[in-house]
């Protein structure tokens, strides 16, 4: 990681142009230690959080399912196994993280393409379920990535996300902030020498929705949030958005 890149983090993540480049160039660093500091920042919960997400997922015979921003594909990967017969991608816009997830499947129905969850290149009102880990925080454009959500989707379909959760009271937001600071800033200077690595996820949540605003914003593009359970004291939220029937 260049030194221009570790010291504008602040600069690069409020526009979305700038913040769609900053991702890619943050989880292209950590793309190597990424399995391993999902686990280490939830305290070994985060493969539990996903498997509950998984589970509460609607049956569904043949679907096609999209797994946004999926990284190393641990979520693509399990959703093969839930839906043996459907067609699963995995999107992600940084391909060292592609190059892991293709590594690791074993899976003739799951694919992986290159692309930005703004974007995603997948036809109209054809897919079954979308699915995101982290994925929500990182969109370079919150509002874009809800409409391609809701594009892409038939009518009652399903998106599931899992990501970090910000309160609408002030001062659990400042404590939240602090202690991701702490905890993060801590892992990247052990793993990468720069505590900005990992600090990036307070500074990422500090510019999205609460949840009050972000269930509005969802609304607003046409999905309506059914469901959610939250984890870890409320610092992660699990949410189920369908897509409005015709």
Request: with cysteine.
């Amino acid at each position: 990681m260049t030194r221009r890149f570790s010291l504008r983090m602040r600069d690069h993540i409020h526009a979305p142009d700038t913040k769609r480049d900053y991702t890619e160039q943050l989880f292209t660093e950590v793309a190597p230690k990424y399995a391993f500091i999902t686990r280490v920042l939830s305290f070994g919960r985060d493969q539990v959080w996903k498997d509950r997400m998984i589970g509460m997922l609607p049956p569904r015979e043949a679907p096609l399912c999209v797994d946004l921003a999926c990284g190393p594909g641990d979520l693509t990967r399990r959703l093969a196994e839930r839906y043996a017969d459907g067609e699963i991608l995995g999107i992600d816009l940084t391909e060292p993280m592609l190059e892991r997830a293709r590594e690791r499947n074993r899976y003739a129905h799951v694919r992986f393409e290159e692309a930005d969850m703004c974007r995603t290149g997948v036809a109209d009102a054809c897919v079954d379920i979308v699915t995101g880990g982290y994925a929500l925080r990182n969109a370079p454009d919150l509002g874009e990535a809800f409409e391609e959500v809701g594009r892409i989707l038939k009518p009652d379909g399903v998106a599931a996300f899992l990501d970090f959760s910000r309160p609408a009271n002030p001062w659990l937001c400042r404590l939240e902030y602090a202690l991701l600071r702490l905890w993060g800033g801590f892992w990247g200077i052990l793993l990468h020498r720069n505590t900005e690595v990992y600090t990036y996820i307070a500074a990422s949540l500090a510019t999205f929705p609460d949840r009050k605003a972000l269930r509005a914003l969802a609304r607003r593009k046409g999905l309506e949030v059914v469901e959610s359970r939250l984890f870890f004291f409320g610092v992660m939220e699990l949410v189920f958005l369908r897509k409005a029937g015709p």
